[in-house]
């Protein structure tokens, strides 16, 4: 299995097809880890919405701490 870590931040505009991109892959031995850094947008319900349809794949890492970059979110 790979672990993919993706860091969110205010990223509603461009998450649904990264998503998409990385679920259509052909490698489908995958699991998303999404951390937020404290999104104001909904973000996080497009993130609930893909744990729905995808709960064995994608997994969201929460709680109130705000990191201020990708390196720092993992």
């Known amino acids: 299995m790979v672990?993919?870590?993706?860091?969110?931040?205010?990223?509603?505009?461009?998450?649904?097809e990264q998503l998409d991109s990385i679920l259509n892959q052909s490698y489908k031995d995958i699991r998303i880890i999404i951390?937020?850094?404290g999104s104001k947008d909904a973000t996080i319900?497009?993130?609930?919405?893909?744990i729905e349809r995808y709960p064995d794949k994608i997994m969201l890492v929460y709680d109130d701490a705000t990191c201020g970059s990708a390196c720092s979110n993992f």
């Open 3 to 16: 672990d993919i870590l993706m860091a969110t931040y205010n990223g509603e505009r461009y998450l649904r």
């Open 35 to 37: 951390r937020d850094d």
């Open 45 to 50: 319900n497009i993130v609930n919405d893909y």
